[in-house]
Every structure is written in structure tokens, then in C-alpha cells.
């Protein structure tokens, strides 16, 4: 089945312990992105990439790092959380380019304390 | 950089009536404008996206409009039912050798009444 899977779904942190947050897609898409979703303000893009080793800011990077060592995997990286990075977290693929449909994971709630 | 706002941000329609809500965008060089639809506690989904050499594009229910030089676009669904009940949110991106940054709006809370 063609999906785009996200690790953990829900994660409960404190201030300053860095975490990892796994997406991963069995579609051999090359496009990959996280996005934030917080009330009242949409979904935001943080990071994007176009394949591997190739990745670029969007609208909100900071405090966030990335990663596109291989195809199929594209992990969210916060290297010190803050309670301002909780949200809702969305991965998503598509085949090419944004311009083309796009997969979204099932999303991960962060809580930072 | 890109910004894109929404309108209404909350609305309420009686079923069979239609619905539209309104966005526009401040990067003249934006050219893929889609629609999201995210019910309670899903994922979003596209629902239908024009690109910017078409003026309009329909698919059943839902037609979607852009204005380039107004910078607006809008989304329409007709004969609307409860299942329409949502948020939806739009978004606009370029097209561009190095990636594609995709700027959305703050979504609209769609409600239909039967």
C-alpha cells in the first residue's frame, strides 16, 4: 500500500532534549516536506527537499534541521525543543514536484514542556 | 517571500446551498494554486489545484477560479452536503528548478447544516 508514515504520532518532550521525528514514503517519491500546523495560523512549510542530499528552507526553518540521506526518508531533527515547537507536525511526499499531489503522513503531536 | 490569505475564516452553510471562500496572494511569480481538505483529526487531502495558464477548473461539486492579475483565487462547491464539512485550506507555490516553497493560507471552517 502506498503511504507516507510518520514516527512517533505523539511524543511528550522537556525543554532542550533533542528528538528525531522518522517520515518515510514507499512511493520513490522525490519531493519531501514537514510542515507545522498550529491553530489560526494554517499549515506552515519548515524544510523541503527535491532528493536526496538536496534540501531547501521554507517558510519556518528555524530551530528545525533536516536530513535526505536516502529517498524514501526525510526526518525532522530539534536539536534543543522549545515549548513554541509544540504542534502538530506533517510529513509529505510527491512524485516530482509540489505541483503534483501530494501525500500526507498521518501527522505527530508534540507537546514540549 | 510569499503570503497568502484566506477568507472566511469560519462559515456556515445550509445543505444545497453553495460555498465559497476567497484567497489571495502577494507573489505575482506564484503559479500552482491547490485546495486542501482536512476533516477532524485526518490528514489533509487535495481536493482540486489550477495552475496559472487556466482561469478555471471544475470537478464535479468543486470548481476553482484565479484572477492572476487581481492576485486572487477562490474555491466553490455547489449542492453542498454534510460530509463537505471541513477545514479547507488553500495555498500557493512556484514552480522553480530548485524546490518548490508552498505558502498556504489560515484555513476555513466549513460547516454544513442538514
Known amino acids: 500500500e502506498a503511504q507516507v508514515t510518520q514516527n512517533p504520532r505523539y511524543l511528550i518532550t522537556v525543554t532542550g532534549k533533542k528528538l528525531t521525528v522518522t517520515c518515510s514514503q514507499n512511493?520513490?517519491?522525490?519531493?519531501m516536506s514537514w510542515y507545522r500546523q498550529d491553530p489560526g495560523l494554517g499549515l506552515r512549510q519548515i524544510y523541503y527537499?527535491?532528493?536526496?542530499?538536496?534540501?531547501d528552507k521554507g517558510d519556518v526553518p528555524e530551530g528545525y534541521k533536516v536530513s535526505r540521506k536516502e529517498k524514501r526518508n526525510f526526518p525532522l531533527i530539534l536539536e534543543s525543543p522549545s515549548p513554541n515547537q509544540t504542534s502538530l507536525y506533517f510529513c509529505?511526499?510527491?512524485?516530482?514536484?509540489?505541483?503534483?499531489?501530494?501525500?500526507f503522513g498521518p501527522g505527530t503531536r508534540l507537546l514540549v514542556l | 517571500g510569499e503570503n497568502v490569505e484566506q477568507h472566511p475564516s469560519t462559515l456556515s452553510v445550509q445543505e444545497g446551498d453553495s460555498a465559497v471562500i476567497k484567497c489571495t496572494y502577494s507573489?505575482?511569480?506564484?503559479?500552482?494554486f491547490p485546495w486542501y481538505k482536512q476533516e477532524l483529526g485526518k490528514r489533509p487531502q487535495l481536493i482540486i489545484d489550477?495552475?496559472?495558464?487556466?482561469g478555471e477548473k471544475k470537478d464535479q461539486r468543486i470548481a476553482v477560479t484565479l484572477n492572476k492579475t487581481a492576485k486572487h483565487f477562490s474555491l466553490h462547491i455547489t449542492e453542498t452536503q454534510p460530509e463537505d464539512s471541513a477545514v479547507y485550506f488553500c495555498?500557493?507555490?512556484?514552480?522553480?528548478?530548485?524546490?518548490?516553497?508552498?505558502?498556504f493560507g489560515g484555513g476555513t471552517r466549513v460547516l454544513v447544516k442538514p
Open positions: 509529505a511526499s510527491s512524485p516530482h514536484l509540489v505541483g503534483e499531489t501530494q501525500y
Open positions: 512511493m520513490n517519491h522525490e519531493y
Open positions: 527537499s527535491m532528493n536526496v542530499e538536496v534540501t
Open positions: 507573489d505575482s511569480a506564484s503559479n500552482y
Open positions: 489550477i495552475r496559472s495558464n487556466v
Open positions: 495555498a500557493a507555490s512556484l514552480f522553480k528548478a530548485a524546490g518548490n516553497k508552498l505558502t
